[in-house]
């Protein structure tokens, strides 16, 4: 199974970004699939999941911000980023939660 994460960058406060991730090798709409994210210094915390019913959850910080979404013709799970703050700089991660499989990282800088 591999998670191949893009879309990370450098963006403004109240920005947007879009991550992307794509999974190859696995059975890929069984999978609930969720956006982590790690922090210089700080624990990885879960900031959005969706399952295979299209359930999502999202952690408080992020509600009415981000928007988690998946295209399973496409294997892929999306992170819609909106109004970004500089908290939210930090290293995101896709996981397949089904597998227990991470992407590599994407990195997203939120600065002036």
């Known amino acids: 199974v591999q998670l191949q994460a893009s879309g990370g960058g450098l963006v403004q406060p109240g920005g947007s970004l879009r991550l992307s991730c794509a999974a190859s090798?696995?059975?890929?709409?069984?999978?609930?699939m969720g956006w982590f994210r790690q922090a210089p210094g700080k624990q990885r915390e879960l900031v959005a999941s969706i399952n295979s019913g299209l359930i999502t959850n999202y952690r408080d910080s992020v509600k009415g911000r981000f928007t988690i979404s998946r295209d399973n013709a496409k294997n892929t799970v999306y992170l819609q980023m909106n109004s970004l703050k500089p908290e939210d700089t930090a290293v995101y991660y896709c996981?397949?939660?089904?597998?227990?499989?991470w992407g590599q990282g994407t990195l997203v800088t939120v600065s002036s």
């Open positions: 996981k397949d939660m089904r597998l227990g499989y």
């Open positions: 090798g696995s059975i890929f709409s069984l999978s609930a």
